[in-house]
């Protein structure tokens, strides 16, 4: 089935510094979501990519799926407090999930 | 109701004894997952149920748990026997159809504590 290796595992970051995390496959991907844990909260989405090179904006945070789409990348701009949690970009073997340990940051006031 | 809810939301328990975790998915939602989450460690899948098919459960770690789903609503996992090694929070998520271009709503967990 589809894996999908995020890095990195862990960033801290000064608050106002950039911040990216990547997803990397090594078979094509349908689709890709990517979710975010705040601390002791629970998964919640935040987009979907399915198209190749697409490119999604939320605010300070930009969605990119590759030309193959075989990667996936989340890059936050000038990074808050509010942005600390895990993010993952979950891989799936047909109706499975696997959401692996995601890429846990860390915003330093 | 609104989102997907989960009781209890703290359980503790003694080495040995049973527990049964409580999901109720989103209404109208036939997708259901549950999941497992150790202390500071990712988000282990454990059991898939799709409306009336037969379940996916070649994520649960032993023959100490299992689940079931009655009415193709309400969830229920059950954990004999726990083990100290069972102590995580036990995360349930529904998806409308489980597509994997679905949407997975998760519920706030079940925190087990094993003594």
């Known amino acids: 089935g589809q894996q999908v290796m995020q890095i990195p595992q862990y960033q801290h970051v000064q608050e106002g510094e950039d911040f990216t995390t990547y997803c990397n496959s090594s078979?094509?991907?349908?689709?890709i979501q990517w979710y975010k844990q705040r601390p002791g909260g629970h998964p919640v989405f935040l987009i979907q990519?399915?198209?190749?090179?697409e490119v999604k904006k939320q605010k300070r945070l930009t969605f990119q799926f590759g030309e193959a789409k075989k990667n996936s990348s989340l890059h936050i701009t000038a990074t808050q407090t509010t942005d600390v949690g895990t993010y993952f970009c979950?891989?799936?073997?047909?109706?499975?999930?696997?959401f692996g340990t995601g890429t846990s940051l860390t915003v330093i006031p | 109701g609104a989102g997907v809810s989960q009781s209890p939301s703290n359980k503790v328990t003694e080495k040995g004894k049973d527990v049964e975790l409580r999901c109720d998915p989103i209404?109208?939602?036939?997708?259901l997952y549950w999941y497992r989450q150790s202390l500071g460690q990712g988000l282990e899948f454990l059991i898939y149920?799709?409306?009336?098919?037969?379940?996916?459960k070649s994520g649960l770690p032993s023959d100490r748990f299992s689940a079931e789903r009655t009415g193709g609503s309400v969830s229920t996992l059950t954990i004999q026997r726990t083990q100290q090694e069972d102590s995580a929070v036990y995360l349930c998520?529904?998806?409308?159809?489980?597509?994997?271009?679905?949407?997975?709503?998760f519920g706030p967990g079940t925190r087990l504590t094993v003594l």
């Open positions: 209404s109208g939602h036939t997708a």
């Open positions: 979950p891989s799936n073997t047909g109706n499975q999930f696997y």
């Open positions: 149920f799709q409306g009336n098919s037969a379940p996916d």
């Open positions: 078979t094509t991907l349908s689709n």
């Open positions: 990519l399915v198209k190749s090179g």
């Open positions: 998520a529904s998806s409308s159809i489980g597509l994997a271009t679905d949407t997975q709503y």
